[in-house]
């Protein structure tokens, strides 16, 4: 008896808007409740409230985030779009805690229930 599986997956990778200006850690986590503000009517129908997501980001040489790709979902389409986005435009460029240039992981965390709430942290190597 032979078995046979084929797992295929797709990564996509989020790159920063040069029009709109770069986030702290602190912005994006506002710019993140703003946009979760309008997508928690989808998340409560999932029957959540409250998920976190962790993206990998490539930091520039400046601190910039140059690229972001999702290592976990929210199971939400929209939603892990919006974190891709919005983990893509950030900069640690004037961050106490700013990352040596190359990879790292940030943790996207919302929560549902009134206020609506999120928060962005970068997870230590």
């Known amino acids: 008896m032979s078995l046979m599986a084929c797992r295929t997956t ?12 770069r986030l702290s850690l602190e912005q994006g986590s506002a710019t993140l409740a703003q946009f979760m503000q309008v997508q928690c009517g989808e998340v409560q129908r999932s029957g959540r409230t409250a998920d976190s997501v962790v993206a990998r980001v490539i930091v520039g040489e400046d601190g910039s985030v140059n690229e972001s790709e999702l290592q976990s979902s929210s ?8 974190i891709g986005a919005v983990t893509a ?21 919302y929560d549902c229930a009134a206020p609506v709430s999120a928060r962005l942290r970068l997870l230590q190597p």
């Open 10 to 21: 797709t990564t996509v990778t989020y790159l920063p808007s040069l029009e709109r200006q």
């Open 75 to 82: 199971g939400i389409g929209t939603v892990d779009n919006i």
């Open 89 to 109: 435009q950030l900069t640690f460029a004037d961050s106490a805690s700013r990352p040596p240039a190359g990879a790292s992981r940030v943790l996207a965390s």
